[in-house]
């Protein structure tokens, strides 16, 4: 498989093949013996790459917006597995070093977080969740053959993709004037598309595209690891007066509001030069590589 767009195909045939290239990599893993984390983990992450592609022709695709929700609901079906199973690995990255969480309060929530990891991955377990997956997927697979696009040029890209990198230039810049959690996280989802976008589109321009890919990556990850703080912060704080946590969850979460803030500032400088140029000249200088890529099939 082949998560780019090709020389030599058109815009159309690249959209076509590249979604069923995720769509059957998600009913393979829903097939699966995988463990159900496993499998839910797969699936999103093959979700996202699917909405990003959505999203770069969504100027140009005729049922963009129900093939774009159809991709959401997928995931959205998987992601108690999820957040169950990222609220344990927050937690025991807040153990680590000497300033981290004591042993007996990260037992203590740990125990607590089990249970409710336990409680999703028995829901996912369910051949019913799955079989709803199944059917979602295949049906949105029996509508690829059909998808069309009304240019096969540049054009049918500009729109999807000079959106996506607005939307993360100004989510780079709101955070950076006043960052939240829900500011940070929805920043995090627009790196994400705009780094799958430079992957559908490397063959433009291979180092300089993979470098913006990788630098986009690294930043996503610093960006999940805040989400994913603060996913565990709002899980104890809704349970604070469970008298089996109270006093670990009053020692944890500033230990993890601390952590966030750590992130954050991490996070702030590489989301600034992602997005340093004004949209107009992001969306020039892609529509200049591709005319370069194009003009090497004359030679």
Same mark, same amino acid.
């Given at each position: 498989m082949s998560y780019r767009i090709r020389r030599k195909e058109s815009i159309e045939i690249a959209l076509r093949r590249i979604a069923l290239e995720q769509i059957d990599a998600m009913l393979k893993s829903a097939d699966s013996d995988g463990a159900p984390g496993d499998?839910?983990?797969?699936?999103?992450?093959?979700c996202k790459k699917l909405r990003a592609l959505l999203r770069l022709v969504r100027g140009s695709l005729d049922g963009y917006g129900?093939?774009? #929700? &159809?991709? #959401? $609901? @997928?995931?959205?079906?998987?992601?108690?597995?999820?957040?169950a199973a990222v609220r344990l690995d927050t937690l025991d990255r807040l153990t680590d070093g000497h300033?981290? =969480?004591?042993?007996?309060?990260?037992?203590? *929530?740990?125990?607590? *977080?089990?249970?409710?990891?336990?409680?999703? =991955?028995?829901?996912?377990?369910?051949? !019913? @969740?799955?079989? !709803? @997956?199944?059917?979602?997927?295949?049906?949105?697979?029996? #509508?690829?053959?059909?998808?069309t696009l009304d240019d096969t040029s540049f054009s049918a890209i500009r729109d999807g993709l000079s959106r996506t990198y607005r939307r993360g230039r100004d989510g780079a810049r709101a955070c950076a004037s006043t960052p939240t959690p829900d500011g940070l996280h929805e920043l995090r989802k627009r790196v994400k598309y705009h780094r799958f976008q430079l992957d559908l589109l490397r063959g433009l321009w291979r180092g300089p595209l993979s470098a913006a890919s990788d630098e986009?990556? &690294?930043? &996503?990850? @610093?960006?999940?690891?805040?989400?994913?703080?603060?996913?565990?912060?709002? &899980?104890?704080?809704?349970?604070? $007066? $469970?008298?089996?946590i109270r006093d670990a969850a009053a020692r944890a979460i500033p230990l993890l509001e601390a952590r966030m803030r750590e992130l954050e500032r991490r996070a702030l400088a590489p989301a600034a030069r992602l997005f340093a140029e004004k949209p107009k000249a992001f969306e020039r200088r892609m529509r200049a590589y591709w005319r370069a890529w194009r003009l090497d099939e004359l030679v």
């Amino acid at each position: 498989m082949s998560y780019r767009i090709r020389r030599k195909e058109s815009i159309e045939i690249a959209l076509r093949r590249i979604a069923l290239e995720q769509i059957d990599a998600m009913l393979k893993s829903a097939d699966s013996d995988g463990a159900p984390g496993d499998v839910a983990h797969a699936i999103r992450k093959r979700c996202k790459k699917l909405r990003a592609l959505l999203r770069l022709v969504r100027g140009s695709l005729d049922g963009y917006g129900r093939e774009q #929700r &159809a991709a #959401r $609901d @997928v995931a959205r079906r998987l992601a108690p597995v999820r957040d169950a199973a990222v609220r344990l690995d927050t937690l025991d990255r807040l153990t680590d070093g000497h300033d981290g =969480l004591n042993q007996s309060d990260a037992e203590t *929530l740990r125990n607590w *977080l089990d249970a409710s990891r336990t409680n999703a =991955l028995h829901a996912l377990a369910h051949e !019913e @969740v799955r079989a !709803e @997956v199944r059917i979602a997927l295949r049906e949105q697979r029996e #509508r690829v053959a059909s998808w069309t696009l009304d240019d096969t040029s540049f054009s049918a890209i500009r729109d999807g993709l000079s959106r996506t990198y607005r939307r993360g230039r100004d989510g780079a810049r709101a955070c950076a004037s006043t960052p939240t959690p829900d500011g940070l996280h929805e920043l995090r989802k627009r790196v994400k598309y705009h780094r799958f976008q430079l992957d559908l589109l490397r063959g433009l321009w291979r180092g300089p595209l993979s470098a913006a890919s990788d630098e986009a990556g &690294a930043l &996503a990850e @610093v960006l999940g690891d805040h989400h994913d703080a603060a996913v565990l912060v709002d &899980a104890l704080r809704a349970h604070i $007066d $469970d008298d089996a946590i109270r006093d670990a969850a009053a020692r944890a979460i500033p230990l993890l509001e601390a952590r966030m803030r750590e992130l954050e500032r991490r996070a702030l400088a590489p989301a600034a030069r992602l997005f340093a140029e004004k949209p107009k000249a992001f969306e020039r200088r892609m529509r200049a590589y591709w005319r370069a890529w194009r003009l090497d099939e004359l030679v």
